[in-house]
């Protein structure tokens, strides 16, 4: 039976892992690897370390010290703190490391901390893995609205990155950058594992925003960039020269839009491989964007991985042999999505069958969506449908909701419901838009058809179907209707959009507007990161007096809900990110477009952003300016954003993201306090 070894390292000095929070060798790896095993409970048949590591150094760690105690390593589905603290309480779990401020749980730097720098051990592995242990757990969203384990053996996980370093001939001496949480199954097996098996090095921060990834990928040499279309789409707003020469990029978790892997190629000359897979299946093929394809030109096909075998069944379900499957998997496993096999042995993607979407490359069952809600006190009835959506989201989530006590104010209600989702989902996977109805269409055996709930939902209406397949994701599904938004661009007025911040700022003196050339400035695609080392907190601002008391007179909230907070250092700029909910009822959205309703670029700053900074940065005196003001995409109601915030000194840097997409960015200047 063939065995498997995590690190073929043999030099101690080898470095494994790079950043600004200091490099690691392979000898330092193994060494602290070992010291975390030396603290952990002694294994038991089944027994998992949970692990919510952002730092890929400690997932590291903490993935070898579990098997070298003889556990496995359990990854979660996200780093919320609900789901986490669920699957910390299943009697698998042992022990939860993390790098985080869980205050419940092991700190795994606490663990560390007295370890001497350059005291490295022998990083050669103690004894080959067996194919047949479990190693992993990786938890899925499953339609029952759970998160299913999915078990990983060595054969299976370690036998992949064995495959990927050889199918794309990783080397020693390289070094890989991901956007993609490290405790995700492709962020672990592409930023870690897949590495450590060429004997090359990883980075170990997650940078999302362009500018500092590229910033990243300059300090840390990288030469390969392991990404999600949402991600490489911000990219595009770099030049050719800011990022150092990669050798590959790769791409997962969601299809690449051809017009993102166009304008990659074409502005950037970076070829991206897209990689297909699922956590059940393991990696099942790949492609490569070698030439601007355009429009009209036939997609490059799918070549299967090293021992993989496509075929096709009925309905041209995927028929899958595969090492990287269970063991006690069927044989041919049949996958939930559609292909077409071409006669040169390469696959086309023809869509999924069952009721599992990605949304800007999160996957996530529409079930679970549904029954996080049912289980709310304030909700009677809910259905929830999966429909597509333009750019980089791909999909999104409508839910219609029957309260249970009439007479509630509807935004109120609808902010309530979206708060109790994000404990469990991505911001970017909690339903876009809310309708509060007084009963669902069900049928007397209690189903609801695909054409009653779109119709209800005011969607493009289908032949009738039973609504779980449409509450599941199903086969076929509806375009989106016009109060999505994301393909409008937005002309939000720059410079009265500056002069309302201004306004908002009172005290200011002094203050010119930046208009013109400064209004064009572009800025790059940032999407939400747990970081490392980070602060959280629940920062909250108001909206300024005079903007709240206008938008009061005419009714609806008045104030954004506002997530979880996110503080660290880049580089001598302090990082602030903020999760943002924009309520459907927000009294700014009054009188701007009623059909297809879009946020003012004023209300953003005024509301938002300049608030936001006065929470956090109490120590910064008076706003001087606003400049170079960008608006690239419509603020709609019930968008999840990111407001990010980076600050040098009394000049701060201000963007807005959508799943992953900037859609307004600028700069302010303040005053010293005192000054």
Not at 200 to 219: G, N, S
Not at 255 to 269: I, S
Not at 547 to 561: I, L, R, W
Request: charge should be negative; hydrophobic fraction near 45%.
């Amino acid at each position: 039976m063939k065995s498997f070894v995590p690190l073929v390292h043999t030099d101690p000095a080898a470095p494994v892992a790079v950043g600004e929070a200091g490099a690691r060798t392979a000898g330092e790896l193994m060494r602290d690897a070992r010291a975390v095993a030396r603290r952990l409970p002694a294994a038991a048949p089944g027994s998992e370390v949970l692990v919510v590591c952002g730092d890929r150094y400690h997932l590291a760690v903490t993935t070898l010290a579990a098997w070298l105690r003889g556990h496995a390593v359990a990854l979660p589905p996200n780093a919320q703190p609900a789901a986490v603290r669920e699957l910390a309480g299943r009697p698998s779990v042992v022990a939860l490391l993390h790098d985080s401020d869980l205050t419940d749980a092991q700190d795994v730097r606490e663990w560390l901390d007295g370890h001497v720098l350059e005291d490295m051990t022998d990083p050669t592995w103690p004894e080959a893995l067996a194919a047949e242990r479990r190693l992993a757990v990786v938890y899925t969203s499953g339609s029952t609205g759970d998160h299913q384990p999915c078990a990983k053996t060595a054969a299976q996980l370690l036998g992949e990155a064995q495959a990927l370093a050889a199918t794309f001939a990783l080397q020693a001496g390289e070094v890989a950058l991901a956007t993609v949480p490290p405790y995700h199954l492709y962020g672990l097996l592409f930023g870690i594992l897949a590495p450590l098996a060429a004997g090359a090095a990883f980075a170990r921060e997650t940078p999302l925003h362009a500018e500092t990834v590229a910033r990243a990928a300059r300090q840390v040499g990288a030469t390969v960039l392991v990404s999600t279309p949402a991600h490489l789409r911000g990219l595009t707003v770099l030049e050719r020269g800011d990022l150092p020469p990669l050798s590959r990029v790769f791409s997962s978790g969601a299809p690449l839009p051809r017009a993102t892997a166009d304008e990659l190629l074409a502005r950037l000359g970076l070829q991206v491989t897209e990689v297909y897979g699922s956590s059940e299946t393991g990696g099942i093929g790949w492609r490569r964007h070698e030439h601007v394809l355009g429009d009209m030109s036939t997609e490059p096909a799918w070549t299967p991985l090293p021992g993989v075998t496509v075929e096709v069944a009925g309905e041209g379900r995927l028929l899958l042999r595969s090492p990287f499957l269970a063991p006690d998997a069927p044989v041919p496993y049949p996958c939930e999505d559609r292909v077409e096999v071409d006669a040169r042995g390469g696959f086309h993607l023809r869509g999924r069958l069952d009721g599992v979407v990605k949304i800007a490359g999160k996957r996530v069952a529409v079930a679970e969506v549904e029954q996080r809600l049912l289980a709310l006190p304030a909700v009677a009835d809910a259905a929830v449908v999966a429909v597509e959506s333009p750019g980089a989201r791909g999909h999104e989530l409508v839910a219609a909701v029957v309260p249970r006590e009439a007479g509630r104010e509807a935004g109120e209600l609808v902010a309530e419901l979206r708060r109790a989702l994000l404990p469990w989902f991505d911001p970017v996977v909690v339903p876009r838009r809310i309708k509060l109805v007084p009963a669902l269409p069900r049928e007397p055996s209690g189903k609801l058809t695909r054409r009653k709930l779109h119709a209800l939902l005011g969607l493009a209406v289908e032949a009738d179907s039973p609504a779980s397949e449409a509450a599941s994701g199903g086969r076929a599904e509806a375009q989106a209707g016009a109060a999505a938004g994301d393909s409008r661009d937005m002309s939000a007025g720059t410079d009265g959009a500056a002069a309302g911040a201004a306004a908002a700022a009172s005290g200011s003196r002094d203050m010119s507007v930046r208009t013109g050339h400064e209004a064009q400035a572009s800025s790059g695609s940032r999407a939400m990161s747990a970081g490392t080392g980070s602060e959280r907190d629940g920062a909250r601002a108001g909206a300024p007096s005079n903007m709240s008391e206008g938008a009061a007179a005419g009714g609806g909230a008045t104030a954004f809900a506002l997530g979880g907070h996110v503080r660290r250092d880049e580089g001598g700029v302090s990082v602030h990110e903020v999760e943002v909910g924009v309520p459907v009822d927000l009294a700014f959205f009054r009188g701007h477009f009623d059909a297809l309703p879009v946020l003012p670029g004023v209300a953003q700053l005024t509301a938002l952003v300049v608030p936001q900074v006065a929470a956090l940065r109490p120590e910064l005196g008076p706003l001087r300016r606003a400049a170079r003001l960008k608006f690239t995409r419509p603020v709609a109601p019930g968008d999840a954003l990111v407001l990010r915030l980076e600050v040098r000194g009394t000049s701060v840097r201000f963007s807005l993201a959508r799943a992953g997409e900037v859609v307004t960015a600028g700069a302010l200047e303040y005053e010293a306090r005192g000054g």
